[in-house]
T-cell receptor, first 114, second 115 residues
Framework: DGGITQSPKYLFRKEGQNVTLSCEQNLNHDAMYWYRQDPGQGLRLIYYSQIVNDFQKGDIAEGYSVSREKKESFPLTVTSAQKNPTAFYLC?????????????FGPGTRLTVL | GENVEQHPSTLSVQEGDSAVIKCTYSDSASNYFPWYKQELGKRPQLIIDIRSNVGEKKDQRIAVTLNKTAKHFSLHITETQPEDSAVYFCAASIPPQKGYQKVTFGIGTKLQVIP
């Protein structure tokens, strides 16, 4: 299960606070992704990045921000503008070969807004 | 953008029976179709995948079929066992030369294998 890590495992936030979720990988993967998982809604893409200092919004980017200053790291900030942030957040990484895009997932962070 | 629909959302089968999960996709540029298994409280993990130049792929009790014309693909699990109980996600991926490479997931199917 090594290679991609997320921290913390559980995170509690008060309303109005920003929080940052960590994601680190040592797989030398170019691409990294953030997903939100809610019951009955599968995995929804928040942001993704293919190279350092570049990233793109996914399907549900509102209320979130990311940075990609290093290839190994892709932190996600959940801002106070995100109205319903309680969810399970998964980070993933992959290589960029055209014919193969297996995503390797981290263990996830469960965020709860108090 | 790509849209992946998956059904059923829940599936219960008796141990030893087969299970079939079906997905459709919308973007004909998609060329890679992975299936992930997520056990309770754990991260999703790839169990099988298929590329657009292949119609069927099998790995022991698991098989995947792809119909490019109809834009649908299916996961087949034979001789189901209790440890197959999990949530299964299908996905479709567009190659990077068509733009940023993204993987779009289905909503997931919760499979319960009843001993």
């Amino acid at each position: 299960d090594g290679g991609i890590t997320q921290s913390p495992k559980y995170l509690f936030r008060k309303e109005g606070q920003n929080v940052t979720l960590s994601c680190e990988q040592n797989l030398n993967h170019d691409a990294m992704y953030w997903y939100r998982q809610d019951p009955g809604q599968g995995l929804r893409l928040i942001y993704y990045s293919q190279i350092v200092n570049d990233f793109q919004k996914g399907d549900i980017a509102e209320g979130y921000s990311v940075s990609r200053e290093k290839k190994e790291s892709f932190p996600l900030t959940v801002t106070s503008a995100q109205k319903n942030p309680t969810a399970f957040y998964l980070c993933a990484s992959s290589i960029l070969l055209a014919e193969h895009n297996e995503q390797f997932f981290g263990p996830g962070t469960r965020l709860t807004v108090l | 953008g790509e849209n992946v629909e998956q059904h059923p959302s829940t599936l219960s089968v008796q141990e030893g029976d087969s299970a079939v999960i079906k997905c459709t996709y919308s973007d004909s540029a998609s060329n890679y179709f992975p299936w992930y298994k997520q056990e309770l409280g754990k991260r999703p993990q790839l169990i099988i995948d298929i590329r657009s130049n292949v119609g069927e792929k099998k790995d022991q009790r698991i098989a995947v079929t792809l119909n490019k014309t109809a834009k649908h693909f299916s996961l087949h699990i034979t001789e189901t066992q209790p440890e197959d109980s999990a949530v299964y996600f299908c996905a479709a991926s567009i190659p990077p030369q068509k733009g940023y490479q993204k993987v779009t997931f289905g909503i997931g199917t919760k499979l319960q294998v009843i001993p």
